[in-house]
């Protein structure tokens, strides 16, 4: 891989393991991203395309690459052939993504437009966006309660959306840079990561 971050997604369904670099200072060295195959632990294919950060389709052979660096909008590659099947328009700087399974979307962040822009996850056509905090970098989604957890790295807030209403339903502040969330939806608890710690949320008081 080129000289870079290097990123992962699985697609435990399939068994596909997907291994990309953000080739930092835009070296080269190789394609950007990697398939394998776990149950042969054999690299199967190799895609030329930027990345800074990647998710599959948890239905279909589908992975989905942005950049924050790069306003390249969202591509969709089918794993198993490499073809690029699918591009989004351009939004802006862009880091994290999530997929919503209820509504068959990508939700990806839109850092300078304080924006969750929708995508169709089959067309890429975009939808109406999804106010929310400048600086979204970080998303996780309850699917259970059907909220949408929003992280800022420049306003030091998290948001927590009504995904039925696109609406924001509480915001809590809790420190600098933050980025990744994870959630423990039974317990209505998130783990919020940020430069100097990491913290655990209530989202639900």
């Known amino acids: 891989l080129p000289y870079g971050e290097v990123l992962l997604a699985i697609h435990p369904r399939l068994s596909l393991f997907a291994v990309a670099s953000e080739n930092e200072g835009g070296k080269g ?15 199967i294919r190799q895609i030329y395309s930027p990345t800074g950060h990647m998710i599959t389709d948890p239905e279909r052979p589908v992975i989905y690459t942005n950049h924050f660096a790069k306003n390249l909008g969202i591509r969709a590659h089918d794993m198993r052939t490499g073809r690029l099947i699918g591009r989004s328009p351009r939004f802006g700087r862009s880091d994290r993504m999530t997929f919503d399974s209820a509504r068959d979307e990508i939700l990806a962040t839109s850092v300078e437009a304080g924006q969750i822009w929708r995508f169709d996850a089959r067309t890429l056509k ?7 905090v400048f600086g979204a970098r970080g998303l996780a989604i309850d699917a259970s309660r059907d909220l949408l957890l929003v992280s800022s790295f420049l306003t030091n807030q998290v948001d927590v959306i009504d995904l039925k209403t696109g609406r924001s339903v509480r915001r809590y502040r809790l420190g600098p840079w933050m980025r990744d969330i994870m959630i423990l939806s039974d317990e ?13 949320l209530h989202y639900l008081r």
Do not use: N
């Open 29 to 43: 060295g190789g394609p950007d991203i990697r398939i394998v195959d776990l149950d042969r632990l054999q690299d």
């Open 126 to 132: 975009p939808k109406i966006p999804i106010d929310t």
């Open 188 to 200: 209505g608890i998130a783990y919020v990561a940020s430069r100097y710690g990491v913290y655990r």
